[in-house]
């Protein structure tokens, strides 16, 4: 199974905010469903059954305290010219506290093999782009500092990911809920 660590955003008025933005901005691209808007802590690939219990396991042994982040401004990977993904930021303050948190899961998964293949940026992916669109620098340049609203983070998840052509499934497999 196709597997991740995550931090869910469960808050109805950033999930409103971040649907109006994608219906709002004119870009030709697929938006994520916002039932699936998330922070990946660390993305874990393909994984056996027994495997997942393991890492339940360790996850499990993760202690962190509740936090905000404040989710802000709007941007693109690569870069605007060829964007593949058009995301959503934080603010400093609870972007680095995503930081500390994907820290802690990859220090909790590293005896079991999993290493993260690039630092963490903290952002949550609202548009996939399979197709070359060109520059969408205009279209989000007046988008810098937007402001969706902030999202109190109580809890991390193992989710499985299913692919469908209508895009992929999430499925909870454990739930790791702050200490306070």
Same mark, same amino acid.
């Given at each position: ?31 994520? !469903? @916002?039932?699936? /808007?998330?922070?990946?802590?660390? *993305?874990?690939?393909? =994984? ?5 219990? &393991?890492? $339940? ?52 998964? !590293? @005896?079991?093999? /999993?290493?993260?293949?690039?630092? *963490?940026?903290?952002? =949550? ?5 399979? &197709?070359? $669109? ?47």
């Amino acid at each position: 199974m196709r597997t991740f660590v995550a931090v869910e955003i469960s808050n109805g008025d950033i999930i409103n905010s971040i649907k109006k933005f994608q219906t709002e901005v004119n870009i030709n691209a697929k938006p994520v !469903e @916002p039932k699936n /808007f998330h922070f990946t802590l660390q *993305f874990l690939g393909e =994984i056996s059954e027994e495997v997942s219990q &393991k890492i $339940i396991q360790a996850l499990r042994k993760i202690e962190f305290s509740s936090f905000n982040v404040n989710l802000k401004g709007v941007g693109t990977f690569p870069k605007p010219k060829f964007p593949r993904v058009v995301w959503v930021g934080t603010d400093n303050d609870g972007g680095n506290m995503l930081i500390q948190l994907s820290k802690k899961v990859e220090k909790a998964l !590293e @005896p079991l093999g /999993f290493f993260s293949d690039k630092p *963490f940026k903290p952002h =949550i992916t609202i548009f996939r782009i399979k &197709k070359k $669109i060109g520059d969408i620098t205009n279209e989000l340049d007046s988008q810098k500092t937007i402001d969706f609203g902030i999202q109190k983070v109580t809890n991390l998840k193992l989710k499985k990911s299913e692919l469908t052509s209508d895009g992929p499934i999430y499925f909870d497999l454990e739930e790791i809920n702050a200490v306070k």
